[in-house]
């Protein structure tokens, strides 16, 4: 598969975006990450949580309603192998378009921090945008609006990005579900369970003089049952 992602997430205050911000700095403990590699990551428009909040609050208006999207966070890669069998360079080249992508629908000054992590198990930019609209308001609903605004944005985005660097956009119309940043971000980065086989051969009948144990085609026969049971739901949830 190679299709573009592109997952989208309203916060509505300022400490759901401080917290979303320490884990894109790693100021907070990160087990999906790997430190060694946490220095290759890239940090656009702010070097820390706290620059990106000032960032934040330089664009937020002084009244904000109750309940108001102060930030969108969006997150934005590819199927993870696509993703990882491209060039670093080719990595940066899908970013920076994406980026382009995001200035052009919001204005470059809303988006105000972007960051790419190379140190998960799939590289992804991640970026925050105060949602001003074309009038000056703080209106989140304007970009993102509901199922059918979503859907025009993922095709303008496979469109104008995604197909250049050969990623294509999902089936539209299909019954998948769109996930938010906060979900699909901990899927992506969940780890595999191992798989429990009881590799020793099964004794079928115990009598005083021998001991009767699987046959060669027998244990083989089990072990794949055993090891089929536990990935059918990672097969079904993949298919």
Same mark, same amino acid.
């Given at each position: 598969?190679?299709?573009?992602? %592109?997952? /989208?997430?309203?916060?509505?205050?300022?400490?759901a975006i401080c917290r979303s911000t320490k884990h894109a700095f790693r100021e907070q403990d990160t087990p999906n990450a790997d430190p060694k590699l946490t220095p290759e990551? /890239?940090?656009?428009? +702010?070097?820390? #949580?706290?620059?990106?909040?000032?960032?934040?609050?330089?664009?937020? @208006? !002084?009244?904000?309603?109750?309940?108001?999207?102060? +930030?969108?966070?969006?997150?934005?890669?590819? #199927? @993870?192998? +696509?993703? /990882?069998?491209? #060039?670093r360079k080719?990595? !940066?080249?899908?970013?920076?378009? #994406? %980026?382009?992508? %995001?200035?052009?629908?919001?204005?470059a000054e809303n988006v105000v921090y972007a960051g790419i992590h190379r140190d998960e198990k799939t @590289?992804?930019?991640y970026a925050y945008v105060v949602p001003i609209d074309p009038k000056g308001k703080l209106n989140a609903r304007h970009f993102l609006g509901g199922a059918?605004?979503?859907?025009?944005?993922?095709?303008d985005f496979a469109q104008q990005v995604g197909v250049k660097h050969d990623f294509q956009r999902g089936i539209e119309g299909s019954k998948a579900t769109h996930q938010r940043v906060q979900s699909f971000y901990g899927q992506i980065n969940q780890p595999q369970a191992p798989l429990t086989v !009881?590799?020793?051969?099964?004794? %079928?009948?115990?009598?005083?003089?021998? /001991?009767?144990?699987?046959? !060669?085609?027998e244990y083989q026969a089990r072990i794949i049952r055993e090891v089929n049971k536990q990935i059918q739901p990672s097969i079904e949830k993949a298919t």
């Open positions: 598969m190679n299709f573009v992602i %592109l997952r /989208t997430q309203k916060l509505k205050s300022k400490g990551n /890239t940090h656009i428009g +702010a070097q820390s #949580s706290d620059e990106a909040m000032a960032a934040v609050n330089a664009r937020l @208006p !002084d009244k904000i309603r109750k309940n108001g999207v102060m +930030a969108i966070e969006y997150l934005i890669t590819a #199927s @993870p192998e +696509a993703m /990882t069998a491209k #060039s080719d990595q !940066d080249n899908y970013f920076h378009d #994406s %980026l382009a992508w %995001l200035k052009a629908k919001h204005g @590289p992804h930019m059918k605004a979503l859907n025009a944005m993922q095709t !009881d590799k020793e051969r099964k004794v %079928l009948k115990k009598g005083v003089f021998s /001991t009767t144990v699987e046959s !060669d085609e």
